[in-house]
């Protein structure tokens, strides 16, 4: 197998204090938090796919992309229970020769933000897979999980959290659809390594809108058609 995986249960951590120097005087200079930003390209290939970018912003320190990931964890509140996990299904894709200990999503996520050079603006990027004509949530989820295990965590080394939303659950109308969040490192024995140029850019948004349209009939002629 290219990955290893495990189901998420996860409470999003709490947020880190800022490094931020106070300002001791007139002339002192206090350097403003950096922020995450991100473009969005929903439509712009197909209506059912979805791309987005998300970079640092400036030079003062970093919130760290943790709460931002994990924020997908929780669509919709649960009034008994805040910390509880309301997305439809998760999982975690590594590559085969990661350490254990990041299969642990908030282990992953912090160590990122730990490790990333203050000189490196590239955070992650989010995949978004709708399935408008969706029967069931599991035929979906394991065709975006192949997809995701073949050519994101196999060809690419990229660790990918795969979060499923059904609106339908909340009594929305919008369709089943699944995100795949990836840390722009690539993951390996020594953890988080070099960073991945492939899809910073355009062309990478491109090859993998290509990649996914082509993957379903592959799917299919491995025998596991899932209409």
Not at 24 to 43: C, N, R, W
Not at 119 to 142: C, D, W
Not at 150 to 178: D, K, M, Q, W, Y
């Amino acid at each position: 197998m290219a990955a290893t995986s495990k189901s998420v249960t996860i409470t999003p951590p709490a947020k880190r204090p800022s490094t931020a120097k106070k300002a001791q005087g007139a002339g002192s200079l206090v350097t403003a938090p950096a922020e995450l930003k991100a473009f969005h390209h929903d439509g712009g290939l197909d209506p059912n796919f979805g791309f987005a970018r998300f970079w640092w912003e400036g030079d003062g320190p970093r919130e760290g992309i943790a709460g931002k990931v994990l924020q997908k964890f929780h669509p919709v509140a649960d009034p008994d229970d805040p910390a509880a996990v309301t997305a439809a299904r998760t999982d975690l894709l590594l590559p085969v020769d990661a350490q254990a200990d990041y299969a642990d999503v908030r282990h992953l996520l912090e160590r990122f933000d730990a490790k990333l050079p203050t000189s490196e603006k590239h955070a992650f990027v989010q995949i978004t897979l709708r399935f408008p004509g969706a029967t069931n949530i599991h035929g979906p989820f394991e065709e975006a999980r192949a997809f995701a295990d073949e050519f994101l965590v196999a060809e690419r080394r990229l660790a990918t959290i795969i979060v499923a939303h059904a609106p339908f659950l909340a009594g929305s109308a919008n369709a089943l659809h699944l995100h795949l969040l990836c840390p722009l490192r690539r993951l390996g024995a020594l953890g988080w390594g070099e960073m991945e140029p492939w899809l910073q850019n355009d062309r990478g948004r491109v090859e993998t809108f290509e990649a996914w349209t082509a993957h379903p009939e592959r799917w299919r002629e491995g025998g596991c058609d899932l209409g």
